[in-house]
């Protein structure tokens, strides 16, 4: 189902994309938090901006012209730190497949794009957070993920290249 995938570079100016990547990605269970919550929550809204002057990159991928995944990494400040921080040199990933898309291999086809450009720019390791019971799980771990050490980072798990 993903040859007639086609992907390209997240670009800064794709804030739309991500506020409703984000909000799919804190639903992926049920319907929990808003729009207005991504955009209004500092601990949401720092996903939703791509940064490519701190190092951020990602990827969108999309099909007949329409966003149906995204994966993006970023090198989010210590004083600012998302769910899956480790330190300011590794950066923290989101994934997100359009419902209607899931189960199709487009998270792991992006996933592994976006692991080869972490390796191209000399990233040693990416990080993520996952919630308990989410089966994105099975893939991070499909795709060389595990758990991180501390029992303090419950859901953050890292890959290293």
Known sequence: ??????????????????????????????????????????????????????????????????????VWAQFLPASDPGYGFLDESTPEISLWVRQDSRGTGIGGCLLERLQQQAIDRGCVRLSLSVEDGNHARQLYMSRGFAQADEPEDAGVMVWVS
């Open 1 to 70: 189902m993903t040859q007639d995938l086609k992907t390209r570079s997240l670009r800064a100016a794709d804030e739309a994309l991500l506020v409703r990547a984000t909000l799919g990605n804190l639903n992926w269970r049920t319907q929990r938090f808003t729009e207005a919550d991504v955009r209004r929550r500092p601990e949401f809204r720092h996903y939703t901006r791509l940064v490519p002057d701190r190092g951020d990159f990602g990827l969108v991928a999309e099909r007949g012209g329409e966003p149906i995944g995204a």
